[in-house]
């Protein structure tokens, strides 16, 4: 239902207990992340976070 949710609010990423991904199945329109523990969802904001700086740092070198 949370998910529903999230995806009615816009969002494009949910991250869930990875306990619950089978009961979840398959929401069209919306990542679903399964994490085990607090030290994933670190790694993964961390990895995420990353991402967006590269990605940044290409667009802005790339327009000069």
């Known amino acids: 239902q949370r ?5 009615k ?3 494009s ?3 869930v207990p990875q ?5 979840l199945g398959n929401v069209e329109g919306i990542c679903i992340i399964g994490i085990s523990t ?6 993964y ?4 976070q990353n991402s967006l700086v590269k990605t940044y740092c290409f667009l ?5």
Do not use: T
């Open 9 to 11: 609010l816009g969002f």
């Open 13 to 15: 990423m949910c991250l």
């Open 38 to 43: 607090v030290q994933d969802i670190l790694k």
């Open 19 to 23: 306990v619950n991904m089978k009961s």
């Open 60 to 64: 802005r070198k790339s327009k000069k």
């Open 3 to 7: 998910v529903m949710e999230a995806k």
């Open 45 to 48: 904001i961390k990895n995420a």
